[in-house]
């Protein structure tokens, strides 16, 4: 862990040695005036960038203007390294969820349009945000899923679903998610695994959804949408024999009938059940 913590903040480090703050020079945030008050446009202009709540970034992120608009392509530069912070520090985005941190480096109406990042930036800007995506995956896989016990069932769900939104904030940069299924792969921890387990038991039948969402090649983040080809490569990654296998593994070096055999089992279970179909 602490591995993955020091890259973390190197690559913070990185981005705000690479991104330039912004000379406001008097002038307010370019903000939607419908989404975003005065006042708050105001102060992510007034306030220094790595003092910036996260209620102005939400703010900021959740304002309906264009990349192309006045400065804005600039200001996305001057506060990206503070997002890249508030999301190693797990900070709650309430409004826009973590899925749209990045949404203003990827293609469509609150992006660049027909582009994305890697279309308009230097290379040194795009690598400062590649080394931040891989250091922010790999920290989020070494961070084990938390488990409860649902009252009234008995069933062990997870608690949160952090791997796929972070997989589906990638996927909205317009970054092939190929690399990070990679690394998913090749971390043969067991918070690794938990995490395929969490990934799949959000797609299970089950009380409150009584269908199986991986058959019809899906996942249940609603933050997919326009990104289907990236949703279904993770599908695709994830219903495959090796998957199954490394499962079933986990489940075997684990202390039967523990939460997490229970919730491993279940997982490979599904996969199998998916595969013999």
Same mark, same amino acid.
């Given at each position: 862990?602490?591995?993955?913590?020091?890259?973390?903040?190197?690559?913070?480090?990185?981005?705000?040695?690479?991104?330039?703050?912004?000379?406001?020079?008097?002038?307010?945030?370019?903000?939607?005036?419908?989404?975003? *008050?005065?006042?708050?446009?105001?102060?992510?202009?007034?306030?220094?960038?790595?003092?910036?709540?996260?209620?102005?970034?939400?703010?900021?992120?959740?304002?309906?203007?264009?990349? *192309?608009?006045?400065?804005?392509?600039?200001?996305?530069?001057?506060?990206?390294?503070?997002?890249?912070?508030?999301?190693?520090?797990?900070?709650?985005?309430?409004?826009?969820?973590?899925?749209?941190?990045?949404?203003?480096?990827?293609?469509?109406?609150?992006?660049?349009?027909?582009?994305?990042?890697?279309?308009?930036?230097?290379?040194?800007?795009?690598?400062?945000?590649?080394?931040?995506?891989?250091?922010?995956?790999?920290?989020?896989?070494?961070?084990?899923?938390?488990?409860?016990?649902?009252?009234?069932?008995?069933?062990?769900?997870?608690?949160?679903?952090?791997?796929?939104?972070?997989?589906?904030?990638?996927?909205?940069?317009?970054?092939?998610?190929?690399?990070?299924?990679?690394?998913?792969?090749?971390?043969?921890?067991?918070?690794? *695994?938990?995490?395929?387990?969490?990934?799949?038991?959000?797609?299970?039948?089950?009380?409150?959804?009584?269908?199986?969402?991986?058959?019809?090649?899906?996942?249940?983040?609603?933050?997919?949408?326009?990104?289907?080809?990236?949703?279904?490569?993770?599908?695709?990654?994830?219903?495959?024999?090796?998957?199954?296998?490394?499962?079933?593994?986990?489940?075997?070096?684990?202390?039967?009938?523990?939460?997490?055999?229970?919730?491993?089992?279940?997982?490979?279970?599904?996969?199998?059940?998916?595969?013999?179909?």
């Amino acid at each position: 862990m602490a591995e993955t913590d020091e890259a973390l903040g190197q690559a913070i480090r990185d981005a705000y040695a690479v991104f330039p703050e912004v000379r406001w020079r008097g002038r307010s945030a370019t903000v939607c005036a419908c989404c975003v *008050s005065a006042q708050a446009a105001r102060a992510l202009a007034t306030t220094r960038r790595e003092d910036l709540s996260c209620e102005l970034i939400e703010a900021y992120l959740g304002s309906a203007h264009h990349v *192309s608009e006045g400065s804005a392509a600039d200001e996305v530069r001057h506060f990206l390294p503070r997002i890249f912070e508030l999301l190693a520090a797990n900070a709650r985005f309430r409004i826009c969820g973590k899925e749209l941190a990045l949404i203003r480096l990827g293609r469509g109406p609150l992006g660049w349009d027909g582009q994305n990042f890697r279309d308009c930036w230097s290379k040194a800007e795009v690598d400062a945000v590649d080394r931040f995506l891989r250091a922010y995956w790999t920290d989020t896989l070494a961070r084990p899923p938390d488990l409860f016990r649902r009252a009234g069932t008995g069933e062990w769900l997870f608690s949160d679903d952090d791997v796929e939104a972070v997989l589906c904030m990638i996927a909205r940069t317009d970054t092939d998610l190929a690399p990070f299924l990679s690394l998913w792969d090749a971390d043969p921890a067991l918070a690794a *695994s938990l995490h395929m387990a969490a990934l799949v038991s959000r797609t299970m039948i089950r009380e409150w959804h009584p269908f199986a969402l991986l058959e019809d090649r899906r996942l249940g983040n609603a933050h997919w949408e326009r990104h289907e080809a990236a949703m279904r490569q993770v599908v695709d990654w994830l219903v495959d024999p090796r998957r199954r296998d490394r499962l079933f593994a986990a489940v075997m070096a684990e202390a039967p009938g523990s939460p997490q055999a229970i919730v491993l089992a279940e997982a490979h279970d599904e996969i199998d059940r998916l595969l013999s179909a």
